[in-house]
């Protein structure tokens, strides 16, 4: 089979991305990382990237006047390419809805919370501050609304009375390693697609998100 053609998005240390590219070294994903795209010139993950010889580029968003010109920039480097996906590995820009509607259902975040809950930023501090005892991270596909879109996988981690942000942030953030490597694969292997609006799994509607929960998915 040939493999997937992944973009991916970045604006800080990368580590979601290194996760991605250790599960193409170890052959959990038959893929490809066209370019590494980051917003930030100091973004760490830029540097990972070039180490493992993928092409890295910088688009630093302050330089374009406004957010549909920065989007242009970006797609004009990502078209060519023909990904299958585009990855959003610690991205910190809000996308503009003709980004968004051009790579739809191809468009993947993933975003610290239990999504619904927690959009946007602090979500560690916010599930400390509402007292959760269950906190954890989400898969989705790029919806037109701030971190929405159709969920695919979500992790759980309990909270520890001691967490702080930082503490709980470290925890989700081996979940997150985990669970984006798997929701790639299944949308490279096609057993994620949509039909429509609806979001399938090997060909049956998936009615609510899979749980990766004490190393299981359910
Ligand atoms: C992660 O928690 C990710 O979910 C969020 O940004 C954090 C940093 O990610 N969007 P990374 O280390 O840059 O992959």
Known sequence: MNKASLVVLISGSGSNLQAIIEAINS????????????????????????????TTHVIDHKLYPSRALFDQAMMQIIDPLKPDLVIL????????????????????????????????????????DNKDQI???????????LDSGPVVIQTEVPVQTIDSAETLAARVLIEEHKIYPMAIKMHIDGRIKFKGKQLQLDDQALTKPLLWKNDQLT
């Open 27 to 54: 052959k959990q994903l038959n893929a490809e990382i066209k370019a590494v795209i980051s917003n930030q010139v100091s973004a760490k993950g830029l540097d990972h990237a070039a180490s493992e010889g993928i």
């Open 135 to 145: 906190h954890g991270a989400s898969v989705h596909y790029v919806g037109h609304e």
């Open 89 to 128: 590995a610690g991205f910190m820009r809000i996308l503009g809805d003709e980004f968004i509607a051009h790579y739809q259902h191809r468009l993947i975040n993933i975003h610290p919370s239990l999504l619904p809950k927690y959009k946007g930023l602090n979500t560690h501090q916010k599930a400390i």
